[in-house]
């Protein structure tokens, strides 16, 4: 069992700022319908200047309602309990010759009181009920709108302001069960080239589940973005008197870019719908990464070591969520599609 104190950022008073990208679900689809007849204007408009005007008037509408950063202001809690934790383990090592041994550990593991914030989409996903209340959704005039015109708001049905703010705090919201298993496979060889090591070991995710408001826990999440099923590494190694080699590999099953079952913006139909992405693109790709590493001991003290990281320079499986939901197209989805192959060397000496 264990547990965590809130900490003064979540508990003094204060209020922090942040921005957080979505959807405005009041305003979304009327701004998709003026895009589409904005877009159709510009192809018939035979003026090349007034048809990109339209054009790019499509595209800020969309952007400005549909996949833009709305402002979050978390306030803090002084009224937050601990968090609390019960965690479940069960090993076992089974070693039938000197040169093999296997491991596997189940865990399974609960939190509750977890603190943490709704964020922006629980609120607009609930605008206009009771758990959602006055003063935590701000919306402009509609006097005031810089996305329709008082025409435009008649004809597409708009009768929601533009979003300005959301106001958050930190709450004791949810609690999150999980569980998975962790293996290896650990093989040790003699050779004349020098003794040979292999290990194969990951973790597998069984089970991801988040309470909701009720209490009940929602389905599963494992496999969904974020949370890979598999992740696993193959280590193969070489040491001789002078030199040690090792070259690995980093495998990540592929996730879905929804990040629940809940999440029917970026499920397969909402991938189509909202953003124009096939069934097949709907995922973030398994990955696997080539690491090599060498050293050279020149005598008891003093060593040396060259570390490579992503060998072949691969790139990271696309992550369309992360590179559509900005609304830039710009913003690397992952560090390594921007590091690429990375170069680290090593002197050590040992007094």
Known sequence: SGFRAPNLSESAPSTKASYQSGLDPLRCTAARALRDDLNAQAKAETNTAAAALLRARAQQVSSAECSASFAVLTESN??????????????????????LSMSADFW??????????????????????????????????????TTFSPAEQAKYGVTAGQLQFVRDKFRNTSRTRTSGLDFEVTARANTSYGKIRAVVNGTYLDSYREAGADGEYAANMAGFRGLPRMKSNL??????????????????????????TGDTAWSVAGCAKNYGIPAGECKIADHTNVNAYTSFRYNKRLSVGLNVTNVFNNSPSADLRGFLVTGSGVTPQDYGLAQGRGYRATLNYNF
Do not use: C
């Not at 939190?111 to 209340?133: C, H, N, P």
């Not at 040690?244 to 099953?253: D, E, I, K, P």
């Open 78 to 99: 002084p009224d937050l309990k601990p968090e609390t934790s019960r965690s479940l383990s069960v090993g076992i090592v089974f070693e039938p010759i000197k040169a």
């Open 108 to 145: 399974k593991i609960e939190r509750k009181d977890e603190i943490s914030r709704r964020g922006l989409a629980w609120y607009l996903q609930r605008e206009g009920t009771s758990e959602v209340l006055a003063g935590e959704i701000n919306r402009g005039n509609l006097a005031n709108d």
């Open 235 to 260: 280590t193969v190694s070489m040491e001789t008197a002078r030199w040690t080699h090792s070259l690995q590999f980093a495998f990540t099953s592929e996730t879905k870019l929804a990040s629940s």
